[in-house]
Structures are given as structure tokens and as C-alpha cells.
């Protein structure tokens, strides 16, 4: 249910509950329940149980790069539509992001040479207002779309909107039901509140570069940016509780996620470890864990394998398959305590060993002995991965200006709901008339004087 409320609306909306005819379920707020057990799958009309639970809420989305992108690409594949602010000559900052690009084989000439790969990575199940707002009648438009918005997602610097009045005192006047959320690096309090934060940046700043990297190597970020995806995740968790708050209050609330607090909630185990003892941490271990052993990435004959006898029932087989039942008695060995200790001594002769056959020889040896492994693939294994593909993760959509395209589909698997990629990254500034002339009744003549203003494109 959409509750977008004009100005004067400051009420909270009762929930609205029914009997579903055909079963005598309970609808409440078009969702049916049995009991306290949650939605009900049987006897309950298809269309009901598989909608889209954001189906009816609609996101302005005023994110570039990634961690907003991120964010607001889940929202969508959750079902809501997603309108992106885009500069209407420049785009979103990683169109040029490229190459890679996917051509464009429309014809149509365009700024650049296709869309960038970085670009429709986070892109998907949204649509392209091409707007500049440093001019009254931008502004205008964005306040009209706040009204007609449940959530707005922004990543700009603290306090850079309030010069256009897009701050969310501002807007929460206009629309008090508005759930408005800002992405920064330091977020909106706190000495480092102005910085401009990227990924690698807080990456280094806040811990994670330091334990990143081979043990007696320089300190290196991860291979892709986790600190922003992170935060993407974390900023949609927040965007649903705030969702979840206003069924109850009707009002919206201001959410305040930053790169640099979710990296340090990332540390996990690592910030409590130090947290509980005081102590300076560690510091690198590649691909090896500090206090389990053997858990890490060998070479093999030909490429790496990941092993883990990460408890002694696992570190038993895992000598069993190598041939070496010995080295469960091995007193250095026989505890995970002593094989953290002779650490060295035990990585090196389980690499020997690895190093005799194959990945895939080794790979056919432990299959099915309940010991983790893994083959260390690079990404076109990984995207041609037969459990991959058979987990629908790569999904082909048709783009209207590169053709047939190959996506990375939406993660995680529901009962009754389908995720999917319905519609493809849009071309910069796709569906500025349409959501002019549809959702603001915007007419011909006034949309064709915006462009020559060159307001929108």
C-alpha cells in the first residue's frame, strides 16, 4: 500500500483489515494471514501471495555511483518503482565509468560509447528522469515528485541540499509521511562529517585495509567495494523498518547510514576480539584465519583449492583424503590450539601435498566427505558456474538500446515472491516524459519549454 499523503495529511492511517471470501483469512493491508502464522500460501488467490511486497511504493532516488544505487536496486527488485534523478547531459557519474561498455547498437548517437558495465551492475528495475536542479524550476519538479514519493535516497555531502531546498526539513513539510534516507562516508554528525567518503578511503580508515592482504605484505582493499555495498544493504534494512514504523504512525523519519559506521559494524568478530582484550589485532592472514587452522586457500598442480579441517573431525578427514592419517596423531597437530601453533609447518606440508594433483582431481577426492572445499575460481568461472546458473543468479533481459543482455539477478529466494530484473538499466534521461506527463500532468508544450531550458532531457 502506497501511503503518500498530501501536506495537510499528518494522521496516521488505520490498518485496513477484511476477511479474504474464498478462505475467511484475515487481509490485512492487502496481505492475507492465517492466525499468527504469517502469510498463507494455500487457498489464498495466486495474484495476492506472489505481488511484490513494495509493490505501490515509489523511491526518488537521487544516488550515484553505488552504495545509494545498491540500496535503491534492492528496493526495486523488491517491487518498488524506482524514478532516478539523473544530470540530464552527465548521468549518473558511472556511465563513464567504462570500458567495459555494452555498445549500443540502436543507432542513435549518443555521449557515450554504450553503457557501462559498472553502470548496469546497480542500475536494473528503474527509471531515468534526466533533471538539473540548480534552477527554480528543477526544484519545483522535485518537490512535486516528494509528494507523490514514499522514500527519497540521496548520497550527497551534509548539507549540500538544503541550498535547494531538498534538505529533509524541507521536505518532510511537504510531505510528512516521507522516509528519507542519506548515504555519506562519515555521516551527518561528527568530526569527519564533511570529507567526501569512497570506498577505499574508509576502507582504510576504518580497520579493514589493515587485516586485508598476505601476511607479510602491504595492506590492500577488497577486490570489489564491500564497504559500499555494505552500506547499500544496510541503508534498504533501514528503509524497510522505517516502512515497517509508519504502517503504525504514518510518518515518515530520516535515516542516517554512513560508509564508515557500517565498515566498522563489518569488523564483526574482529572488533569484538578487540573490544575484549584490548589489544592490537592480529593483522593480515591472506586467505588463512587467525585462530583456526587449516582453513585457507594452497596451490594445487595447476590453480588453488580452499580447504577447511576448521575442527578436528574436519581436519581428520581432510588427512584422510590426502593420504596422510598420520598427521591426525602428529602431537603438533592433534589440537586446533597446536595447529594454530605449528602453523607454518602444517600449511606448508598440506600444500605439498595439494600440489600433487590437479584442482579438479582434488575436487573429485573430497567430494561428498562433509569437509568444506572449494575450487578458487576467477569471475568467468564463477559466471559460468553450473550451481550458479542452476540457482537463476545470471538473468538475460532485453535492453532497449544494447540488445540482448546478460545481469546478475537478484539474490535471494522467496516461497511465494519472485524478485527478478522486470525491467533493464535505463538509457540516461529514458522516461522523463513519461514521468512528467504521467505522474506530474505535465503537458507537451510544457514538457518540450523544460528542454529547451535545458531543465530535463
Known amino acids: 500500500m502506497n501511503f503518500s499523503f498530501t501536506p495537510l ?8 483489515t477484511s476477511r479474504f471470501p474464498a478462505t475467511g483469512l484475515l487481509v490485512r493491508n492487502g496481505r492475507a494471514w492465517n492466525g499468527g502464522r504469517g502469510i498463507a500460501t494455500t487457498g489464498v488467490d495466486k495474484k495476492l501471495v506472489e505481488k511484490l511486497p513494495l509493490a505501490g511504493i515509489r523511491v526518488l532516488d537521487m544516488t550515484r555511483v553505488l552504495a545509494g544505487p545498491y540500496c535503491t536496486q534492492i528496493l526495486g527488485d523488491l517491487g518498488a518503482e524506482i524514478i532516478k534523478i539523473e544530470h540530464p547531459t552527465k548521468g549518473d557519474d ?47 519538479i ?21 541550498k535547494y531546498k531538498l534538505d529533509y526539513a524541507t521536505l518532510s513539510k511537504i ?16 568530526p569527519y562529517r564533511d570529507r567526501a567518503g569512497y570506498d577505499v578511503m574508509v576502507e582504510a580508515e576504518m580497520g579493514l585495509m589493515h587485516i586485508t592482504g598476505e601476511r607479510d605484505g602491504p595492506p590492500v582493499k577488497v577486490g570489489v567495494a564491500v564497504t559500499d555495498l555494505t552500506t547499500g544493504m544496510y541503508t534498504a534494512i533501514g528503509v524497510l523498518a522505517s516502512l515497517y514504523a509508519r504502517r503504525e504512525t504514518g510518518l ?53 583449492i580452499a580447504v577447511g579441517g576448521c575442527n578436528d573431525k574436519l581436519y581428520g578427514i581432510l588427512c584422510d583424503k590426502i593420504k596422510k592419517p598420520e598427521w591426525k596423531t602428529d602431537p603438533r597437530f592433534v589440537t586446533n590450539a597446536l595447529r594454530v601453533k605449528n602453523r607454518d609447518t602444517l600449511d606448508r606440508i598440506i600444500e605439498d601435498e595439494l600440489k600433487t594433483k590437479t584442482t579438479k582431481e582434488w575436487l573429485e577426492i573430497f567430494e ?20 550458479v546458473l542452476a540457482r537463476n543468479m545470471i538473468q538475460e533481459v532485453d535492453h532497449p538500446a544494447c540488445g540482448p543482455l546478460k545481469l546478475v539477478n537478484h539474490p535471494v529466494k522467496y516461497s511465494s515472491i519472485e524478485p527478478k530484473i522486470r525491467s533493464p538499466p535505463p538509457t540516461l534521461g529514458q522516461h522523463t516524459d513519461e514521468v512528467l506527463r504521467e505522474l506530474l500532468d505535465f503537458n507537451e508544450t510544457e514538457i518540450e519549454d523544460l528542454k529547451a531550458q535545458k531543465t530535463v532531457a
Open 94 to 140: 558511472t556511465r563513464s565509468w567504462g570500458p567495459p561498455d555494452a555498445p549500443y547498437i540502436d543507432g542513435v548517437e549518443r555521449q557515450f560509447p554504450g553503457e557501462s558495465a559498472y553502470y548496469l551492475s546497480v542500475n536494473r528495475n528503474k527509471k531515468s528522469l534526466g533533471l538539473s536542479f540548480n534552477n527554480p524550476s528543477g526544484i519545483a
Open 252 to 304: 515518515g523519519q530520516w535515516i542516517d547510514a554512513s560508509l564508515s559506521d557500517c565498515q566498522v559494524a563489518g569488523l564483526a568478530n574482529i572488533a569484538s576480539s578487540g573490544l575484549v582484550t584490548g589489544k592490537k589485532d592480529s593483522g593480515r592472514w591472506g586467505t588463512a584465519h587467525a585462530t583456526v587452522v587449516p582453513y585457507r586457500a594452497y596451490k594445487s598442480k595447476d590453480t588453488n
Open 175 to 190: 510531505n510528512p509521511s516521507l522516509i528519507y534516507a542519506s548515504v555519506t562516508g562519515y555521516g551527518q554528525t561528527g
Open 142 to 162: 522535485l518537490h512535486k515528485l516528494v509528494q507523490k514519493c514514499d522514500i527519497l535516497v540521496e548520497n550527497y555531502l551534509p548539507g549540500s541540499l538544503a
Open 9 to 16: 495529511v499528518r494522521r496516521a492511517l488505520p490498518r485496513a
Open 368 to 387: 561428498g566427505s562433509g569437509m568444506p572445499y572449494a575450487a578458487v575460481n576467477d569471475i568467468q568461472g564463477t559466471l559460468n558456474h553450473e550451481h
